[in-house]
Structures are given as C-alpha cells and as structure tokens.
C-alpha cells in the first residue's frame, strides 16, 4: 500500500476510551488509509470505545475515497467502536451519508455542537462498559 501520496492533515490523541480527531485539509484515497490505519493502531489494545472528529472548515474528501472512509469506519465497528460523534464544520461531513453499507450499524452523529455530541458519546461509553 502506497500512502506516500496520502493528503489530508490530521492528529489523533486517545483519552481513555476515546478518540480525538482533529483534521484538515482535502483526504485523498491514501489519505484516508493513512488517517484508518493510525485509527486502528491507537486502538488496537482497546475492546471498545469512541471516535470524535472534529474537522475543520477546510476539510474535505475526494469522490474516490469516500468508498474507502466508509470502509474504514466498517473496520472502526468490527475493532470494538461504539459509535462516531462528527462535529459539523465542514460541508463534507455528510458526503458518506449516501455511501453508508448496511453491514455499517454503529451510531453516528453529526451536530454543530461539540458538547452535545461529547454528552452523547459518554452515553454510549457508559452503556458499553
């Protein structure tokens, strides 16, 4: 795999059970593998736990990746993610909506207020403990 090309800024930080991830910028395909990959490293000694993404205005995604950002999140599920809290900065945020595959059940939600969805992933926290 060739992530040499990968666009898209990002940082990743784990606070107990949950994923922080700032991002910027547009993702292309590799981009996005990247960005699943370190996903999945940072997790990958936990059962379960939570993604908040918190993009920024600029952030974007190309048309070819957004097959693979679904899978991504399809991987997320099966390595114990409970549920994805999406704050809505950037017009992209709904570009998966359409692509979402059936197998994808985990909840996600998409707000323009941060507290809100912090509040809303404690619940899922707390119900998957």
């Not at 949950?18 to 292309?28: E, K, L, P, Q, S």
């Not at 205005?57 to 114990?80: K, P, S």
Request: net charge negative.
């Amino acid at each position: 795999m060739f992530l040499d090309n990968a666009h898209g800024n990002y940082s990743l930080s784990l606070q107990g059970d949950t994923v922080y991830c700032d991002y910027a910028d547009g993702f292309n395909l590799s981009g996005v593998r990247k960005l699943t990959l370190d996903i999945l490293s940072l997790t990958a000694s936990l059962n379960a736990w939570v993604l908040f993404q918190r993009p920024t205005e600029t952030a974007g995604i190309t048309h070819d990746a957004i097959g693979e950002m679904m899978a991504g999140y399809f991987a997320f599920q099966q390595a114990g993610c409970k549920a994805v809290g999406i704050v809505e900065n950037s017009i992209f945020v709904h570009a998966g909506s359409p692509h979402r595959p059936s197998n994808l059940t985990m909840p996600f939600m998409i707000d323009k207020d941060e507290a809100k969805i912090q509040h809303w992933l404690s619940q899922i926290r707390s119900s998957s403990r």
